[in-house]
């Protein structure tokens, strides 16, 4: 006798639509880096402007500085193809308005890192910097318990 299989619940084609929109996108952002040189570093990101506190058009120093060309002026405003954003936060790190540019971005590992003003991206820049040194050190002085 055959089984009958379950339909799928509302959750499951949720789930799957989510997936194939998500694997859309990925080919896409893929397709527009590649012929730049430029590789994903991160699992999923995300980045808004507040258009309230933007300086603008006296300013424009985020779109100097995107590597990828992700920021653009658009009609008096700084418009964002999300596609071309790697989230590397160098718009952050130059902004004058602390937050008016805010990313944010998930590492494979899971960790998820935020960033709205040039210090976010100090201390992170500071933190990795250090783990670094404290991994080079235990590897050259093994004895070394205190780290
Ligand atoms: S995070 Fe990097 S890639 Fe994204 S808009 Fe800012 S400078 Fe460009
Ligand atoms: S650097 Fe900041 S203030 Fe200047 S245009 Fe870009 S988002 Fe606006």
């Not at 309230?52 to 424009?60: F, I, N, Q, V």
């Not at 936060?89 to 937050?99: F, G, L, R």
Request: contains cysteine.
């Amino acid at each position: 006798m055959s089984q009958k299989s379950e339909p799928p619940s509302d959750s499951d084609i949720y789930k799957l639509l989510l997936e194939a929109s998500k694997k859309k996108r990925k080919e896409k952002r893929a397709q527009l880096l590649r012929p730049i040189g430029i590789k994903e570093f991160f699992e999923e990101g995300s980045i808004n402007i507040d258009k309230r506190t933007c300086e603008g058009a006296e300013c424009k120093l985020c779109i100097d500085v995107c590597p990828t060309s992700a920021l653009y002026w658009k009609s008096g405003e700084v418009g964002i193809v999300e596609e071309l954003c790697v989230f590397c936060t160098a718009c952050v790190s130059t902004c004058i308005v602390d937050n008016c540019i805010r990313v944010s971005r998930k590492r494979p590992n899971g960790e998820t890192e935020k960033f709205g003003t040039p210090r976010d991206v100090l201390l992170l820049l500071g933190a990795i910097g250090s783990k670094r040194r404290i991994s080079m050190i235990k590897t050259r002085f093994p004895m070394m318990e205190t780290l």
